[in-house]
Structures are given as structure tokens and as C-alpha cells.
């Protein structure tokens, strides 16, 4: 059977995930340096844990709202309020879903159609353009650059719109940069975007992790924005929470209508014991966050000076948990480069090209992880640096 007939064009024409990738050569190797995924290597806080436990122990294991749990929604705005000042209606402009990652697919699918184009900066998380393509929109990339600190520029964006553009997706804090967006540069952003009737995408899964004194600053508090934006973030990355799978998303409740539509019929509710550990988590666990903060902070410093030490420039990261180092001396491409360092020094980073063809001469490393773990990572890029200068020089 010719089963390319049978299948959807437009997801046969995306390419799986470079992550992803390197991922499973990692796991297919003994005795690997695994830098190369957002996990953070905290345990959930064990009074998250203790919350979902105790909702199975009492035979909570029945399906919830679709929206989700009232009180785990009334927490969720309650949270974006206090640490953001923006407001929403719990029942009407609030839905959980099935990590970020559901509620980013959930968003773009409810606002583009096929003819529409969707701006993306990169380099950026893998999903936006592949979910894009599968919704039948047209992505249209912005590269941003390491002299602009990763930000996207008003200038940048005015020049990559077009009568067809709907929707514009607004990854920050970044990964795999570590930039980040100020409140200057999304007011900045904001007249562009008011200028054009543009719709916004703002995926803010790190927005607890930014480091430097610096504040995360939602786009949908920007004057004017509120009600063009839909708000995304989670419980993976600020709690530790990857494998509970929760995310969120918050908009104007004409959106989240529709959202709470197609979660519906796709999802019908996110996972209940997760459910109730987040709601102990958005209750009692800001201390949590900036302990795990404090630590990323540590590794942060030490990674970035280590890679500027050794030749390797880096941009310095002032979110998420990711450096983005230049690689470009070394005369190797991105993928050269990580597939060499994973063969002779078992330790795996992520190309830049995996987060778009921009990240060329660039590779991701990620330092959620103990610091033992970093410092052995950095012996051994040293060791390899070393030897690709010592093999040149022969």
C-alpha cells in the first residue's frame, strides 16, 4: 500500500524534532553527558508531590471539568494577578490542558486558517512551526540576532508582515537563547502589532526563571494587548513538574471559548492527580521557585564563564535555562559539531539548527542540571576544543 497517499500532506512534510534526535541517539549510548533537554533535575517539591498522592489515596481519580478544576483555575489567575497584575475570569477565561505544549497546538488552531501567516522568531522551540504547518497556516520566520541579545525588534517585525499575517508568536523568555523581552521592547512590539490587527501568542512556560534582577513582563499587560493575546505557560519548569503534564492558557473568554471547544473533543480534561498537585503548588510553593532559581542563577554563571574562557562565545542568558554558545571558530557546522563532541566525549548538546535554520554556527546547552554534571560537561568540551585545534594545527 502507498500509504503517502493516504496520509496527511502537511504533517508528512514536517521533519521530527532535532531534539528529539540527538534524544534517542543519547539513549541508545552507555555513559553519556546529557546536556541536551529542558529536564530539570530537582525532584517535584515533595508537598506537590504529597498533594497528588493524597488525592489518589482518597480515590480522586474521577475526570474533571473540561476547563478544569474550578479551584485550580480561581489559582491560576489568582497567580497570574499577583505576579503579573493582569486579570481574567476564572470560569470564562481560564483553561488546564495537557502541558504547554496542548495549550500552544489548542491556541494556534482556534485563531489561523488556511491562507494566514504566522510570524515566528527564531531561533525558538521546536513546536511553533511544525503546529503551524499542521493547522494549515504559513510560517514566516524572523531570525533574530545575538547583537540584539535574541529580542525581536519592532523593525524586524513591521518588514515580515503582509495582508495574509494573523498571528504573531512571541517565545519569551527563549529557548534556546536564554533572551529575554523588557517591558520597553514589548511596548515597542505592541504598537506594531495594534498597528496591524495582529493577534499574539505568548508563550511564557519560563517567565518565574529570569535572573540579573530582571522581571518577567507579560505582553497582555501592555496597554492594548490584553485582548488580542493568549497567554501560555505551565507547571514544568517553574515547579519541576515536567512528567505531571499540565499547562495553561489564559484569554479573552471569546478565545477561550473556542479553546475549551476543540479541548473538548480532543482532550477532554488534563490529568486529575496533576490537577491537584498544582493547585498545592500555585498555594504554597513560591519558596520552591526561588530556591531552584537561586540554583539555576549558580549554574547559569558558571557554565556562561566557563564557555568564554574556552573560546566559545556566549551571549549571557537572562531567562530560562539554556546557554546558546557560537561555535563558529571551531569551523564546524552545528550538527558536526554536537555529533563529534557526542562521539569522543560522550557528551551531547543540541544543535542550533534544530530551533531553525538561523541556529547555524550555534548549540544549545541546557544547565538544569547539578552542577557535578556541569563541571565534568565543561572538562570535557575543553578536552575537545583542544583537540580540534591540535587536528587543525596538524
Request: charged fraction near 25%.
Amino acid at each position: 500500500m502507498n500509504y503517502s497517499e493516504k496520509l496527511t500532506p502537511s504533517i508528512q512534510s514536517v521533519k521530527p524534532s532535532g531534539i528529539r534526535r540527538f534524544f534517542d541517539i543519547v539513549n541508545e549510548m552507555d555513559h553519556v553527558i546529557s546536556l541536551s533537554v529542558g529536564e530539570p533535575d530537582f525532584q517535584t517539591p515533595w508537598h506537590v508531590r504529597e498533594a497528588g498522592i493524597e488525592s489518589l489515596e482518597q480515590g480522586k481519580t474521577w475526570y474533571t471539568p473540561n476547563r478544569g478544576f474550578k479551584e485550580l483555575c480561581g489559582e491560576i489567575v489568582k497567580f497570574y494577578k499577583r505576579k503579573y497584575n493582569l486579570t481574567y475570569d476564572p470560569s470564562t477565561e481560564c483553561l488546564v490542558t495537557v502541558g504547554g505544549s496542548e495549550a500552544i497546538d489548542n491556541a494556534i488552531r482556534c485563531m489561523v486558517s488556511v491562507g494566514d501567516e504566522v510570524l515566528i522568531p527564531q531561533p525558538s522551540f521546536v513546536c511553533y512551526e511544525p503546529l503551524t504547518i499542521m493547522a494549515g497556516a504559513t510560517p514566516v520566520l524572523i531570525q533574530t540576532k545575538a547583537e540584539n541579545a535574541f529580542r525581536l525588534t519592532p523593525e524586524q517585525l513591521e518588514e515580515k508582515i503582509t495582508d495574509k499575517t494573523k498571528l504573531l508568536i512571541l517565545p519569551y523568555p527563549n529557548n534556546p537563547t536564554g533572551g529575554i523581552m523588557e517591558r520597553e521592547d514589548l511596548e515597542a512590539i505592541a504598537e506594531v502589532v495594534k498597528k496591524h490587527d495582529l493577534m499574539v501568542l505568548s508563550d511564557e512556560i519560563y517567565s518565574e526563571l529570569t535572573y540579573e534582577g530582571k522581571h518577567h513582563v507579560s505582553i497582555a499587560s501592555i496597554d492594548g494587548m490584553w485582548e488580542r493575546t493568549v497567554v501560555i505557560n505551565g507547571f514544568s519548569k517553574a515547579y519541576a513538574m515536567t512528567g505531571w503534564r499540565l499547562g495553561y492558557a489564559l484569554a479573552p473568554k471569546e478565545i477561550c471559548a473556542m479553546m475549551v471547544k476543540l479541548h473538548q473533543f480532543c482532550i477532554m480534561s488534563a490529568p486529575t492527580t496533576a490537577q491537584y498537585a498544582a493547585i498545592e503548588a500555585l498555594k504554597n510553593g513560591d519558596d520552591d521557585i526561588e530556591m531552584m532559581k537561586g540554583e539555576y542563577d549558580m549554574r547559569r554563571r558558571f557554565v556562561v564563564g566557563s564557555l568564554n574562557k574556552m573560546g566559545l562565545t556566549c551571549f549571557n542568558p537572562e531567562g530560562a535555562f539554556y546557554c546558546f554558545p557560537c561555535i563558529k571558530s571551531t569551523g564546524l557546522s552545528s550538527d558536526e559539531f554536537c555529533t563529534r563532541l557526542l562521539q569522543s566525549k560522550h557528551v551531547a548538546l543540541v544543535p542550533g539548527t534544530a530551533f531553525g535554520e538561523c541556529g547555524e554556527g550555534y548549540v544549545r546547552l541546557s544547565y538544569c542540571y547539578s552542577i557535578k554534571h556541569l563541571r565534568q560537561a565543561m572538562k570535557l568540551i575543553k578536552e575537545f576544543l583542544k583537540e580540534l585545534e591540535d587536528e587543525n594545527n596538524g
